[in-house]
């Protein structure tokens, strides 16, 4: 089973930075391909950054590219998600996601079967 739980959001001033993690208390996180995922009011949910199975591969929404950088521990089995020139923009809550399988990352919400709770990012201004 894979069981997915956020937590590093927080209050933080525009310029500053967080770093989000994801803990899975399942077997099978070294097996999956990972993605962070976000939502902000009135909004739909909309894709972040993913990476491989094995963390080779990563892959980054235009918006967050050069600033957000995903990575993974599969020996902790935790996925982080580094956030630095933070905007007001980046306002939402923050989702990890979980695909089955030996598959590669990708910035479809469709293609993942497992999510958190989500955490909540602020960015004032």
């Known amino acids: 089973q894979v069981q997915l739980v956020e937590s590093g959001g927080g209050l933080v001033q525009a310029g500053g930075s967080l770093r989000l993690s994801c803990a899975d208390s399942?077997?099978?996180?070294?097996?999956?391909?990972m993605g962070w995922f976000r939502q902000a009011p009135g909004k739909e949910r909309e894709f972040v950054a993913t990476?491989?199975?094995?963390?080779?591969?990563?892959y980054y929404a235009d918006s967050v590219k050069g600033r957000f950088t995903i990575s993974r521990d599969n020996a902790m089995n935790t996925l982080y998600l580094h956030m630095n020139s933070l905007k007001p923009e980046d306002t939402a809550v923050y989702y990890c996601?979980?695909?089955?399988?030996?598959?590669?990352?990708?910035?479809?919400?469709?293609?993942?079967?497992?999510w958190g709770q989500g955490t909540q990012v602020t960015v004032s201004s």
């Open positions: 990476i491989s199975w094995s963390g080779g591969t990563t």
């Open positions: 399942g077997r099978t996180f070294s097996t999956n391909a």
């Open positions: 996601a979980a695909r089955g399988g030996y598959y590669s990352g990708s910035y479809k919400s469709d293609d993942y079967a497992y």
